[in-house]
C-alpha cells in the first residue's frame, strides 16, 4: 500500500495537525515571493504564486508544512538600470529582507523544523544571495538543522528553463498553476518583445503554453524530492 505523506498548510492547521504533521515529516517550505510588474500579460503577484504552488506540490510528494508566502523582495525591475517601470512594484531594502529571512529561520528552527527550504521566486541580486548568504549562516550554526535555500531554475537543466523575467519559463508555469491570471493577447505582436518595453528578459513569452509549465514543474518537484529524501536521511 503506498503511503500517503503527511502535508498542509501551516497558516490554515490547528496545533494538533502541525504536531503531527511534524513527527513524520520535520519539513518547512518557505516560499519567498515578490509583489512586481511583470508587464501586461502576468500577474503582479507571478513570483509568489509560482513559488507556493511548487512548494505545495513538492510537500505532497515528501511531507511537511507550506508557510505563508513571503511578499518581501529586493531589487524589483522598479529599480532596474536602463529600465523605467515605477508602478505596480513593491519593494523592500536589502536590510530588511535579510532581517526578515534571518528571524524567519530562527524561529522555524524553534519549532522543531529540521529541514527548511526556502523557494525564492524573485531572483533578482543582491535579493537570492542575501537569503543564500542567511541560509548559509543559519546552518553554520546549526548542527541538526538545514536550509535549503534556492531558485527554481538552478537545479533544472537550460534547455527546460533559464533565470527569466516573464519570459516563456515564468509564464509557462503561471499558465500551469493559474492560466486565469494570464493574457498572452496583451503581448505585442507587430514588433520584438524587450525587456524595455515590456519588463521581458528572457524567451519569448508569447511560445509559453500550460504543457510546458507542467513539464517544468514535474522536472523541479522531481529533482528536488530526490535531493530532499537525502536531506532527510541526514537531519530527520
Not at 79 to 105: A, D, N, T, W
Not at 185 to 195: G, K
Request: hydrophobic share 45%; charged share 20%.
Amino acid at each position: 500500500m503506498t503511503v500517503v505523506p503527511k502535508w498542509g498548510l501551516y497558516n490554515e492547521l490547528r496545533p494538533m495537525q502541525i504536531d503531527n504533521i511534524l513527527m513524520e515529516a520535520p519539513i518547512a517550505f518557505l516560499p519567498w515571493g515578490a509583489l512586481e510588474y511583470h508587464g501586461n500579460h502576468n500577474p503582479i503577484g507571478l513570483d509568489s504564486i509560482k513559488s507556493q504552488h511548487l512548494c505545495m506540490d513538492l510537500a505532497k510528494k515528501t511531507g511537511g508544512l507550506v508557510m505563508p508566502v513571503v511578499d518581501l523582495s529586493a531589487n524589483l525591475i522598479k529599480s532596474f538600470p536602463g529600465v523605467s517601470f515605477k508602478k505596480h512594484s513593491i519593494e523592500f531594502s536589502e536590510k530588511l529582507v535579510r532581517m526578515i529571512c534571518q528571524e524567519y529561520l530562527d524561529q522555524l528552527a524553534e519549532q522543531d523544523f529540521k529541514l527548511i527550504v526556502l523557494l525564492s521566486g524573485h531572483a533578482g541580486e543582491p535579493h537570492l544571495q542575501i537569503l543564500k548568504t542567511v541560509a548559509q549562516e543559519f546552518n553554520e550554526k546549526q548542527s541538526d538543522k538545514y536550509c535549503w535555500a534556492l531558485a527554481e531554475f538552478e537545479i533544472l537543466p537550460d534547455e527546460l528553463l533559464k533565470a527569466n523575467h516573464s519570459g516563456l519559463g515564468e509564464t509557462s508555469l503561471q499558465l500551469y498553476y493559474a492560466s486565469e491570471t494570464v493574457d498572452l493577447a496583451a503581448l505585442p505582436r507587430e514588433r520584438a518583445i524587450t525587456l524595455e518595453m515590456d519588463a521581458v528578459s528572457g524567451e519569448d513569452p508569447k511560445l509559453a503554453s500550460a504543457l510546458h509549465g507542467e513539464r517544468i514543474a514535474n522536472a523541479f518537484i522531481n529533482k528536488a524530492s530526490a535531493q530532499l529524501r537525502l536531506l532527510m536521511v541526514k537531519y530527520s
